[in-house]
């Protein structure tokens, strides 16, 4: 029986386990963390990966757990309401699924057979050929590793080297914890924009909480809890609106979690029986919204040529370049560059439902971001 070991307990990683464990392998998952990692915020479900969680059977469980988020509405210092937009912020088409990170991980990890060993608590130390030496775990050999572990990918770092070759920050940073929904808003987003930064309040299902994320420019973040607070109380220094208050949330969020808006760029992501897959080989950057869909395809392409990895590296070089290149433009615009700039953006918001030929318009906008998010053909389906 082929033996496959999986560095990461995400979204990458309970989907690879479910597939490989499909196809007979003997899988073992490593995470550092005590458990499924389940925080986040929420991710959409479109093109091609939608095919994936329907052959993974998923798809109708997921729309069932999908944020409920009726609408979205824009507003400004005082908190006014100034434009509005029907649906999740990022959401580009009613077919696709807007989730919760989190949920979807747990969707996944639900459909993990029975016999897949789980190790948590505990990372890789050393890869040396198929033996592979753990933190705390006594050491084992294994005839496939998978690095699934996210753009800081350990499993990236000790087989292809430091990430500094491969992670490109793209100049701006996000932080995203839950909060109470001290607002009182229910099924919706808002969004306040200020010349560089953008804050956004977004219900959880049920609304009884909120998730909050503050997306603001800079340099790379530290990995320093305690430096990366400062950064972020800094950059948001002199807000209006409820920002203050959001802060002081955010000090007390024990699940925040602060990551670069970054890519990682590699000329291939396997190397003899390692492969990675997700953030760990081809995070395409937050602001895409196309990062976990990228992760469940890459899944399926990787558990349909595990004994063929070149054939992996193959088939998705085009789906990653075509999802890389999309995300671009938003992170170039990412946030308005000055107090005109947003009232320009408000302004172009709030018109947009009353001028002819919206939709035409709207598929205009979004037409990369739909192309390359169906911009690959799946292989066979995994038995």
């Not at 609304?207 to 790379?220: C, R």
């Not at 203050?244 to 190397?271: C, F, H, I, K, S």
């Amino acid at each position: 029986m082929t033996r496959v070991l999986i560095s990461g307990a995400s979204v990458a990683g309970n989907a690879a386990a479910a597939l490989l464990a499909r196809r007979g392998c003997a899988v073992t998952v490593v995470e550092r963390a005590p458990a499924i990692r389940t925080g986040g915020y929420a991710i959409d479900i479109r093109g091609v990966a939608l095919e994936v969680a329907e052959r993974m059977g998923v798809a109708a469980k997921a729309r069932a757990h999908g944020t409920d988020t009726e609408g979205t509405s824009f507003v400004d210092a005082a908190g006014k309401r100034i434009a509005t937009l029907p649906l999740g912020f990022g959401v580009l088409d009613p077919a696709d699924i807007e989730i919760m990170k989190g949920d979807l991980t747990r969707l996944l990890h639900a459909e993990v057979p029975a016999g897949v060993e789980w190790i948590f608590g505990d990372t890789i130390e050393e890869i040396a050929g198929d033996r592979v030496t753990f933190r705390h775990a006594p050491p084992r050999r294994f005839d496939y590793i998978i690095g699934a572990d996210g753009i800081h990918s350990r499993v990236r770092e000790l087989v292809f080297g430091p990430s500094r070759q491969y992670l490109h920050h793209l100049g701006s940073s996000s932080a995203v914890f839950t909060a109470p929904n001290e607002l009182g808003i229910e099924r919706w987003q808002l969004v306040h924009s200020m010349p560089g930064r953008v804050v956004s309040v977004k219900t959880d299902k049920g609304s009884e909480t909120v998730k909050v994320t503050l997306l603001y420019g800079g340099p790379m973040p530290s990995r320093d809890r305690a430096e990366r607070l400062s950064a972020i109380e800094t950059a948001f220094q002199g807000s209006g609106w409820v920002v203050p208050r959001l802060l002081e949330l955010m000090r007390a969020a024990p699940d925040l979690y602060v990551a670069p808006n970054a890519q990682v760029r590699m000329p291939g992501w396997t190397a003899g029986r390692v492969a990675l897959v997700g953030d760990a080989g081809y995070a395409p950057s937050s602001l895409t919204g196309q990062g976990t869909g990228m992760a469940l395809v890459g899944a399926y392409v990787l558990a349909a040529n595990l004994h063929d990895l070149p054939a992996y590296d193959r088939q998705m070089r085009g789906f990653v370049d075509a999802n890389h290149k999309a995300a671009l433009a938003p992170a170039r615009g990412f946030a308005p560059k000055s107090e005109l700039a947003v009232k320009l953006q408000n302004l172009s918001i709030r018109m947009l439902p009353y001028l002819p030929g919206k939709g035409l318009m709207i598929a205009a906008m979004t037409r990369e971001a739909r192309r390359a998010a169906g911009a690959l053909r799946l292989p066979a389906a995994i038995s």
